[in-house]
Nanobody, 126 residues
Framework: QVHLVESGGGSVQAGGSLRLSCEASRYTDNMGWFRQAPGKDREGVAAIYTGANDGARTAYADSVKGRFTISQGNAKNTVYLQMNSLKPEDTAIYYC???????????????????WGQGTQVTVSS
């Protein structure tokens, strides 16, 4: 079992930034960030694979490329999502996810992840 706790959500104006944090109860090779807006399906935002010896591998949804950055913290069981140039359409509940076993490239499909956090609200106003 992996227990995930997210933090860092909040309200910000368009163009602003937020950093989300996710602390896992233990390390896993694959972690990801997903989001779900009202009335919409949960979608993958960013994912990271840290099982390689030569550095992490990341993947991003097209809608956030160049604006969001996923990274691993100094503590290997912590993952961050730095969100810049936020837009109103980024408003959603953001969930941290972890996958048992290694998968490369890091997947952005919710069906690939076994463990989920409770979510943190991100609201971007225009």
């Amino acid at each position: 079992q992996v227990h995930l706790v997210e933090s860092g959500g909040g309200s910000v104006q368009a163009g602003g930034s937020l950093r989300l944090s996710c602390e896992a109860s233990r390390y896993t090779d694959n972690m990801g960030w997903f989001r779900q807006a009202p009335g919409k399906d949960r979608e993958g935002v960013a994912a990271i694979y840290t099982g390689a010896n030569d550095g992490a591998r990341t993947a991003y949804a097209d809608s956030v490329k160049g604006r969001f950055t996923i990274s691993q913290g100094n503590a290997k069981n912590t993952v961050y999502l730095q969100m810049n140039s936020l837009k109103p359409e980024d408003t959603a509940i953001y969930y941290c996810a972890a996958k048992s076993g290694a998968w490369f490239p890091p997947p952005l499909f919710k069906s690939q992840y076994n463990y989920w956090g409770q979510g943190t609200q991100v609201t971007v106003s225009s």
